[in-house]
């Protein structure tokens, strides 16, 4: 039986190391790890819960090993430089030698296939230029909003303490006060971490209204007003669904409801908490935008908008009728691509559920630039978005800044080991594992923080200068080009279908959202009937 050869001659190792060890003392040693070998391949033998264990006594180990050990090897060792998912090597190569503050160029030509669709290229002018501005900012602020904010191009998109741990927030938080822009919190509150760098917040409200929770479940207003009167947090993000997992409601155990985690979201220590899939505080298009005016009347005139991965289309559409029907306009929206999540989500919501950026970015530009609604209401981008060109991209397609989650990561150290979910994560980022967390000192990653975020707008405004423009509000989208087949590229504006300004308004049969349109009402998230709807 060759399946128990192993067995046997670990048996006979350790017998004969036994018996050398008599001889001399130096033996010992491995008399014994042949020993710990025996033993365990008695207990593979004996064991009921895997079946290559029993057939293959420390033989089937070696697969277990070569498991654990897969990720690391490819890597390092079989991938290219453009391989890698959900980031390649030359990407994260990228941030680290931004945050570090070293040269990131490159040698030799691009790697990318770029005779293959769906590549993408910027159109640059003849008449590039140099722009001055090492520092772009996008006013946040509908007509009306009494606390309009200066946003930076690039910040840090949401991230809550416990998923990630104190010394990561706190480093990114510091970094945000550095370099100016925004760190936003993640749904689960406003921690002490968050506020210990002293840089702007934005508050992220997701289901669970952590922060603002009544004992109940529901929203507390008073509790609410309390907290956004922090000076700290600039605006208040309405978390309708994220592209890790839209539309998928979470479970906090009581065993993870530390004294720290409870403090930040409002909720009792050692007791589960239960976030739904949906808010509570509203049910209707009309209500939520609602809910908008009234969180900004709380927050003293703070800017108020909401993020979403982008699922039904009417749904969006059906928002845009509410505003336009009570006149009430949230100040941003942010679009998360089903490709972001820094977190642990069912596979199928991963790779399956929600729209990707690119396509959530364009659904959300259509719909409020049909309505007449986009000299108002800003568009934030979020989702892979690590590199000037990718920025440029989505801002010329309609985004006015970009949020990043894992670039941030990344910079702080993060190596894509995948341990984000089980509180292992070898760099002390994802992880509330104290002895962890020593390894991730605060100064210096806030430093790289600050130095990505600084050197990733610099080389956009190099890219920006090369369209021909001095602001990346100025680029359009025929500054983009798209490979719709080898042979045939087309411009942005084309090749994605773009609507005219009031399109919806004024003709919206003619347009590519027209069966959406008719299906969208502002009083109900439900379907209308064709043709029926306001």
Avoid at 39 to 46: N, Q, S
Avoid at 66 to 89: D, K, Q
């Amino acid at each position: 039986m060759y399946r128990f050869l192993p067995l046997a001659a670990v048996l006979l190792l350790t017998a004969g190391f036994v018996w050398l060890a008599f001889l001399s003392p130096w033996f010992i040693i491995a008399a014994v790890i042949f020993a710990g070998l025996t033993l365990l391949g008695f207990y593979d033998l004996v064991q009921t819960h895997h079946t290559l264990w029993r057939n293959y006594p420390i033989l089937a180990r070696i697969r277990w090993i070569a498991e654990e050990l897969r990720p690391f090897l490819r890597s390092y060792i079989v991938e290219s430089e453009t391989e890698g998912r959900p980031f390649n090597h030359e990407e994260r190569t990228m941030v680290y030698r931004r945050a570090k503050n070293v040269s990131s160029v490159e040698p030799f030509g691009s790697q990318l296939d770029i005779d293959k669709p769906p590549y993408e290229w910027l159109s640059h002018s003849i008449v590039a230029r140099h722009p001055q501005d090492t520092d772009p900012r996008v006013t946040v602020g509908a007509p009306g909003t009494a606390k309009p904010y200066s946003a930076s191009v690039l910040n840090i998109s949401a991230m809550s303490f416990g998923s990630l741990g104190s010394h990561a927030i706190e480093a990114l938080s510091r970094g945000a006060a550095m370099g100016g822009f925004y760190h936003d919190t993640g749904e689960g509150g406003v921690s002490k971490y968050h506020r210990a760098g002293g840089g702007d917040l934005v508050w992220e409200l997701g289901s669970g209204y952590f922060g603002c929770r009544a004992q109940d479940g529901s929203f507390d207003p008073d509790r609410f007003r309390d907290v956004a009167a922090n000076d700290q947090i600039k605006m208040i993000e309405i978390k309708l669904s994220q592209g890790a997992k839209p539309g998928h409601g979470g479970v906090l155990p009581g065993t993870k409801v530390t004294p720290e985690i409870a403090e930040a979201r409002g909720i009792p220590v050692g007791q589960t908490c239960f976030s739904p899939p949906a808010h509570t505080a509203f049910s209707t298009p009309n209500g939520l935008i609602e809910w908008v005016a009234q969180l900004r009347e709380l927050s003293g005139g703070k800017p108020v908008g909401m993020k979403l991965c982008v699922g039904n289309r009417w749904e969006v559409l059906a928002i845009c009728k509410a505003i336009l029907g009570t006149g009430i306009k949230p100040d941003f929206i942010v679009v998360d691509g089903a490709e972001g999540g820094t977190g642990a989500a069912p596979a199928e919501f991963m790779d399956h559920i929600g729209a990707p950026l690119r396509q959530g970015l364009i659904l959300v530009r259509n719909a409020l630039v049909g309505c007449g609604l986009k000299d108002d209401i800003r568009i934030a981008a979020s989702g892979k978005q690590l590199s000037a060109f990718s920025m440029a991209a989505s801002m010329a397609l309609g985004a006015d800044w970009i949020n990043t989650a894992r670039g941030f990561m990344f910079s702080l150290g993060c190596i894509q080991s995948l341990n984000c979910h089980n509180n292992l994560c070898p760099t002390g980022i994802a992880t509330t594992d104290k002895s962890r967390q020593r390894g991730l000192v605060i100064p210096d990653k806030a430093a790289r923080v600050y130095n990505f975020q600084r050197n990733t707008v610099r080389a956009l405004m190099e890219v920006v200068g090369a369209a021909g423009c001095d602001h990346p509000g100025e680029l359009t989208p025929r500054h983009i080009m798209h490979r719709v087949t080898e042979d045939i590229a087309e411009p942005g504006h084309h090749a994605y279908k773009l609507l005219k300004p009031g399109a919806l308004l004024q003709e919206p049969s003619d347009t590519v959202l027209s069966r959406e349109w008719a299906l969208a009402q502002a009083d109900s998230f439900e379907r209308a009937e064709e043709g029926t709807g306001p």
